[in-house]
């Protein structure tokens, strides 16, 4: 079978400073990467120090020039969330792109974050809910296109208000589908907010539609000791090209949504069969992504939840004018 591989151009990105979270592995490298071939100023916040220095190694081996700084930073600790984002504040210098692309999937047992929350509820989304809080003041000094990396999962399902951190009942799939959704309706509503109150910051939704990545893999680290059958069938198929991705194509809809000239309020995905694999493309927002009134109810909920706040607005969660309908 053949694959398409029509290649995403990126415009110049001189001068712009990007963050990518998760950047140090899979589908978060070939982003990373990719923007500092089209000469973003590259900030990684890594969890594993060694991991970062190989993936800076691979990134500089891709653009000899680039620009890449390390600094430390654990999604599931809000207190860390917090410290990479006075880091930075204190250096002062605008952030044009922020990719929250960082993620854990279906851990087989239940775990908490440092705060106590769900692994993937407090990681997903409220580690880059707080991520976003912290540096607003820079977002909004480089006029910031912010991309949310959610997922196919995020198609169906709805967030469960009653039971958020899934302590009266677990299901690894419903709590990793709940985060994606949670976040895809955060950014959504955080272009709301920002077109309301006028932070010049746009923001996006993508998915990477299905790839082999490490999401499936053996993680020890949240209980997973051996691949998942899942991730091994999807290999075989991207190998083949036979109907999912591979990391490259996955990565395309975040470049797209980072990078694009439209406005905010967007969804890419890839363009494909079942909207799997292929070339990125616009896309409706799946329909639990829709729901406005969660997104406002959402806003916050998290925020007290992640320990920030964000300013308000005059009409909060109410498009401004010439916004896009979700």
Same mark, same amino acid.
């Given at each position: 079978?053949? +694959? /398409?591989?029509?290649?995403?151009?990126?415009?110049?990105?001189?001068?712009?400073?990007?963050?990518?979270?998760?950047?140090?592995?899979?589908?978060?490298?070939?982003?990373?990467?990719?923007?500092?071939?089209?000469?973003?100023?590259?900030?990684?916040?890594?969890?594993?120090?060694?991991?970062?220095?190989?993936?800076?190694?691979?990134?500089?081996?891709?653009?000899?020039?680039? /620009?890449?700084?390390?600094?430390?930073?654990?999604?599931? %600790?809000?207190? %860390?969330?917090?410290?990479?984002?006075?880091?930075?504040?204190?250096?002062?210098?605008?952030?044009?792109?922020?990719?929250?692309?960082?993620?854990?999937?279906?851990?087989?047992?239940?775990?908490?974050?440092?705060?106590?929350?769900?692994?993937?509820?407090?990681?997903?989304?409220?580690?880059?809910?707080?991520?976003?809080?912290?540096?607003?003041?820079?977002? +909004?000094?480089?006029?910031?296109?912010?991309?949310?990396?959610?997922?196919?999962?995020?198609?169906?399902?709805?967030?469960?208000?009653?039971? @958020?951190?899934?302590?009266?009942?677990?299901? $690894?799939?419903?709590?990793?589908?709940?985060?994606?959704?949670?976040? $895809?309706?955060?950014?959504?509503? @955080?272009?709301?907010? =920002?077109?309301?109150?006028?932070?010049?910051?746009?923001?996006?939704? %993508?998915?990477?539609?299905?790839?082999?990545?490490?999401?499936?893999?053996?993680?020890?680290?949240?209980?997973?000791?051996?691949?998942?059958?899942?991730?091994?069938?999807? +290999?075989?198929?991207?190998?083949?090209?036979?109907?999912?991705?591979?990391?490259?194509?996955?990565?395309?809809?975040?470049?797209?949504?980072?990078?694009?000239?439209?406005?905010?309020?967007?969804?890419?995905?890839? =363009?494909?069969?079942?909207?799997?694999? $292929? !070339?990125?493309?616009?896309?409706? !927002?799946?329909?639990?992504?829709?729901?406005?009134?969660?997104?406002?109810?959402?806003?916050?909920?998290?925020?007290?939840?992640?320990?920030? =706040?964000?300013?308000?607005?005059?009409?909060?969660?109410?498009?401004?004018?010439?916004?896009?309908?979700?």
């Amino acid at each position: 079978m053949t +694959r /398409r591989t029509t290649e995403l151009r990126l415009p110049d990105l001189a001068g712009r400073r990007a963050v990518v979270t998760g950047g140090s592995d899979g589908i978060g490298l070939r982003i990373a990467t990719r923007l500092a071939v089209a000469g973003a100023d590259l900030v990684l916040p890594v969890r594993n120090p060694r991991k970062g220095e190989d993936a800076a190694a691979r990134i500089r081996a891709a653009a000899p020039d680039a /620009r890449v700084t390390l600094l430390p930073l654990d999604l599931s %600790s809000l207190d %860390s969330v917090a410290a990479l984002g006075a880091t930075l504040r204190e250096d002062g210098r605008p952030v044009h792109v922020l990719v929250n692309n960082a993620g854990v999937m279906t851990p087989p047992q239940r775990g908490t974050t440092v705060d106590g929350h769900e692994l993937q509820w407090g990681t997903n989304h409220l580690g880059h809910v707080a991520l976003v809080a912290h540096l607003l003041p820079l977002l +909004r000094a480089g006029s910031a296109r912010v991309t949310s990396q959610v997922s196919v999962a995020a198609a169906r399902g709805g967030i469960t208000w009653d039971d @958020l951190d899934a302590e009266r009942s677990y299901d $690894g799939m419903r709590s990793y589908r709940q985060s994606k959704i949670a976040l $895809g309706l955060f950014g959504l509503e @955080l272009d709301r907010r =920002s077109r309301a109150a006028g932070w010049g910051v746009t923001s996006n939704l %993508s998915h990477p539609g299905v790839a082999p990545t490490s999401l499936l893999s053996a993680r020890p680290e949240v209980g997973r000791n051996r691949d998942t059958v899942g991730v091994r069938v999807i +290999r075989v198929l991207s190998a083949r090209g036979v109907l999912v991705g591979t990391p490259e194509s996955a990565a395309g809809p975040a470049l797209l949504a980072a990078t694009t000239p439209d406005g905010g309020g967007r969804f890419y995905g890839p =363009s494909g069969p079942g909207r799997l694999g $292929g !070339p990125p493309a616009e896309q409706s !927002p799946y329909p639990p992504l829709r729901d406005a009134e969660a997104a406002r109810r959402l806003w916050d909920v998290s925020q007290e939840l992640a320990g920030v =706040s964000f300013p308000t607005t005059g009409a909060p969660g109410r498009p401004g004018p010439g916004a896009r309908q979700a």
